[in-house]
């Protein structure tokens, strides 16, 4: 991806996609896509201002980058691991009790991913509480 498109996908207004998805609606091919394409690229875009930023730690700022792709691997791992899953259990043609329980769990392990990231950042956003109030 070239660094104009990167540019481009990372400023885009997702907030519409992802409130589509938050309703429980499905994306077609192109907003799933594009939902990817962008995540991916403010993903970048975040490593390549850490990168550049000469008042950080070396260490800290490469462990930093490395757990960032580490989380981006992972990500493109669960997501492919959702859709073989979905397929496997399509193959089984459970009945309506197991496709309802296959549902539930599966939802159930991404509101507890989706649970994680809320905990985590509400910490994040705490840590940095005290700067706010010094300026």
């Given at each position: 991806m070239t660094g104009v498109m990167r540019e481009l996908l990372s400023s885009l207004d997702l907030q519409p996609t992802i409130e589509k998805v938050d309703q429980g609606d499905s994306l077609d091919f192109v907003q799933y896509s594009l939902l990817r394409e962008s995540a991916?690229?403010?993903?970048?875009?975040?490593?390549?201002?850490?990168?550049?930023?000469?008042?950080?730690?070396?260490?800290?700022?490469?462990?930093?980058?490395?757990?960032?792709?580490?989380?981006?691997?992972?990500?493109?791992?669960?997501?492919?691991?959702?859709?073989?899953?979905?397929?496997?259990?399509?193959?089984?043609?459970?009945?309506?009790?197991?496709?309802?329980?296959?549902?539930e769990a599966l939802e159930s392990q991404l509101a507890y991913m989706q649970a994680c990231l809320r905990r985590s950042l509400d910490s994040f956003d705490r840590s940095s509480w005290p700067d706010r109030h010094r300026r």
């Open positions: 991916d690229a403010k993903l970048y875009q975040l490593m390549h201002k850490l990168a550049g930023n000469a008042e950080l730690e070396p260490t800290a700022r490469q462990q930093s980058e490395h757990d960032l792709r580490t989380l981006q691997h992972a990500c493109q791992r669960v997501s492919h691991l959702l859709q073989t899953s979905c397929l496997a259990l399509r193959r089984l043609q459970l009945d309506y009790p197991d496709q309802h329980l296959a549902r």
